[in-house]
């Protein structure tokens, strides 16, 4: 079956440290791929896709993701967080022949002054 | 920013209320989406309309009734419901096309809660 997982629900780091949020997927053929943040009270706001070509993708606010195709991963970076970071992110798959995308469970990031 | 709007941002209602929710997309896509955000659970995707005809319906209970009257506006009417139907209520929209690979775009939700 189809699945995505997130495997931390939260996730504390002080601010100016690096992040990785990992995003694991179980999916038969090559998936596409998105990362999506959800500031509280807010609807969700697309921060990057993979569809296909280079495995590094370069999204908005200075996050990237990884696709490692071997790991079945996506796994969503930053360098430096700064305060205005803190939200939940969603990791997503969806496929080449279905509208419908599969979400993991979402991890909360706490940012520590 | 995001281009897809939602009305109203807050509801509070009462089990034996009916109210409808407003979505609207000035993307100019083509397929519309309702999903219900429960705390501590995956993303519930409800409904899906593409050109204004309903593709998907997740076993959705009828309490919840779509409508979409065109490609821009979306509605969910609400009527009956149960204290477990209060959630975060969100639309989207997308540019459907053969192959997939189509990016959806959200609006802000409403919070919904049924006293």
């Known amino acids: 079956a189809q699945s995505v997982t997130q495997p931390d629900i939260h996730i504390t780091v002080s601010e100016g440290a690096s992040l990785e949020l990992r995003c694991n997927y179980s999916?038969?053929?090559?998936?596409?791929l998105f990362w999506y943040v959800q500031s509280p009270g807010q609807g969700l706001q697309l921060l990057l896709k993979?569809?296909?070509?280079d495995t590094l993708v370069q999204g908005i606010k200075g996050f990237e993701a990884e696709f490692k195709r071997s790991q079945s991963s996506f796994n969503l970076r930053k360098p430096s967080v700064h305060w205005s970071d803190a939200a939940e992110y969603f990791c997503?798959?969806?496929?080449?022949?279905?509208?419908?995308?599969?979400w993991g469970a979402g991890t909360k990031l706490i940012i520590k002054p | 920013e995001t281009g897809v709007t939602q009305t109203p941002r807050h509801l509070v209602m009462g089990m034996t209320n009916k109210k409808s929710l407003k979505c609207e997309q000035h993307?100019?896509?083509?397929?519309m989406y309702w999903y219900k955000q429960s705390a501590k659970k995956p993303l519930e995707l409800m409904f899906v309309?593409?050109?204004?005809?309903?593709?998907e319906n997740n076993s959705v209970p009828s309490r919840f009734s779509p409508e979409c009257p065109n490609s821009s506006h979306l509605f969910l009417h609400l009527h009956t419901l149960q204290p477990e139907d209060s959630a975060l209520y969100l639309c989207?929209?997308?540019?459907?096309?053969?192959?997939?690979?189509?990016?959806?775009?959200f609006g802000p939700g409403t919070r919904l809660l049924v006293l």
């Open positions: 997503a798959v969806g496929t080449y022949s279905n509208y419908q995308l599969i």
């Open positions: 993307l100019g896509h083509n397929a």
């Open positions: 993979y569809f296909s070509g």
């Open positions: 999916y038969g053929a090559t998936p596409y």
């Open positions: 989207a929209s997308s540019q459907q096309k053969a192959g997939g690979r189509e990016t959806q775009y």
């Open positions: 309309y593409s050109l204004e005809e309903r593709v």
